[in-house]
């Protein structure tokens, strides 16, 4: 259900295979995650095949789907092809439950049983950063700016259980990306190691 597109020639074999499918462009942020948690959460009750690009890496799939379909590049994005036309497109903050909903119950089949997508993305560098903050290796503003730029800078395709669970620390970054002062003291949300511990249970 997921297939990594890195080239022009896998993007035309995918849209060829799977007469109705989607595209999703993988960008280098937080935003990237937060889309595609949302999507997963479609893809647990509906089936379309998706083919994903991580569109630093993989720049000519990106601009090849660009060229054939008119639609300007975001990322992240996510198309929705029927016979390798274009018929939807959403980008950026706009990938929200409201807007996908009608589109995957209109267009897109259901499901005969519920979904669990898996991705080659893991959450074991924020395992070691809060095991190192709770062994007391970093202090309370050490971790909270480490964690803070490693989950902006995240990237990685989740689940929305996943993105839910590791924004729940800080919240968004855009929210203060004008500087880590704006966020507050890191124990302003309550106790900070109680908390750390809560969400690195959760991950298991």
Request: with cysteine; proline share 6%.
């Amino acid at each position: 259900m997921l297939q990594p597109l890195t080239t022009p020639e896998e993007v035309d074999q995918f849209l060829k295979d799977h007469p109705q499918a989607a595209v999703f462009k993988a960008g280098t942020c937080h935003k990237t995650m937060q889309g595609f948690g949302v999507i997963e959460t479609f893809l647990q009750r509906y089936e379309l095949p998706i083919g994903f690009i991580r569109v630093v890496d993989w720049r000519p799939a990106s601009n090849h789907v660009a060229e054939m379909t008119g639609i300007t590049h975001h990322s992240p994005q996510f198309i929705l092809f029927q016979n390798g036309q274009p018929q939807y497109e959403v980008n950026n903050w706009d990938i929200t439950p409201e807007a996908l909903a009608p589109v995957f119950s209109q267009h897109v089949p259901q499901r005969s049983g519920a979904a669990q997508l898996a991705t080659d993305d893991n959450v074991e560098p924020y395992r070691q950063l809060m095991r190192a903050y709770l062994d007391g290796q970093l202090s309370d503003w050490a971790f909270q700016d480490q964690y803070v730029t490693m989950f902006r800078d995240d990237a990685s395709l989740r689940s929305q259980r996943e993105f839910d669970l590791l924004s729940r620390l800080f919240g968004d970054p855009d929210a203060y990306h004008g500087g880590l002062h704006q966020l507050g003291a890191p124990q302003d949300r309550g106790d900070l190691k109680a908390r750390v511990q809560d969400v690195l249970d959760q991950l298991g």
